[in-house]
């Protein structure tokens, strides 16, 4: 069983819905991480949350919105999303940012734009 | 862009078969990190190499970082069914900045 859980597991939106992804972990971990995988393709990075700050947005859209309202609790709003946002979402942890800490993922939310 | 390149892309192999998977990039990273993922689950690290030519080894697994510290590889011995998935190298130089993942290699073992 995975130390980083996701909910839900699966959702499906239309595009002008509003919801959120969860992420939590107790590992004590102080940086947080989503990212986007498509079928077939690797992940994506999107953000990096480092001491519940965001240290890195890889320009991602302005309808994907971070939150990390403490250091187990990560949370991505989406709201006006496209059918090319359908994806796995997943959201990771590790002890530092620093480079060579490993990661540690949860299990994905599949989202689904209809 | 630093750009990490696996190969091979696919592989299927028979049970017992020995097997290694590359990953190569142009650029120097701080460290590497495998990962395995199945369908429909989060990537599970199964090792972080840091320190050029370090071989590290995880029962029939073992993996090897480059002196240069810009490849990386896997090798399996005797491979079995439940090594099959989805074999993604990962890295970064720079507190998390830059950090990315190789297209993977998917490896299919028939019993």
């Known amino acids: 069983d995975t130390e980083v859980t996701q909910t839900p597991k699966h959702l499906v939106m239309g595009m002008t819905n509003k919801k959120s992804l969860k992420c939590e972990q107790h590992m004590g971990h102080r940086a947080m991480y989503w990212y986007k995988q498509k079928a077939k393709k690797p992940p994506e990075l999107m953000f990096v949350y480092s001491y519940e700050k965001l240290s890195i947005n890889e320009s991602v859209p302005s309808r994907f919105s971070p939150e990390c309202p403490n250091s187990s609790l990560l949370n991505l709003h989406l709201h006006a999303l496209q059918p090319e946002d359908s994806a796995l979402y997943l959201c990771?942890?590790?002890?530092?940012?620093?480079?060579?800490?490993?990661?540690?993922f949860g299990d994905g939310t599949r989202l689904s734009i209809l | 862009t630093q750009l990490l390149e696996q190969s091979p892309q696919f592989l299927s192999i028979q049970e017992g078969e020995n097997l290694t998977v590359y990953c190569n990039s142009s650029?120097?990273?701080?460290?590497l990190q495998w990962y395995r993922q199945e369908p429909g689950e989060g990537p599970v690290l199964l090792v972080t190499?840091?320190?050029?030519?370090e071989v590290k080894k995880l029962k029939r697994l073992t993996f090897q970082f480059g002196d240069a510290r810009k490849d990386s590889s896997l090798h399996i011995t005797a491979a079995q069914p439940g090594d099959t998935g989805l074999y993604l190298c990962a890295g970064g130089t720079n507190y998390g900045q830059n950090f990315v993942f190789g297209p993977g290699t998917r490896l299919s073992v028939l019993p």
């Open positions: 650029s120097v990273f701080s460290s």
């Open positions: 190499v840091v320190t050029g030519g």
């Open positions: 990771a942890s590790s002890l530092s940012a620093r480079s060579g800490q490993p990661q540690h």
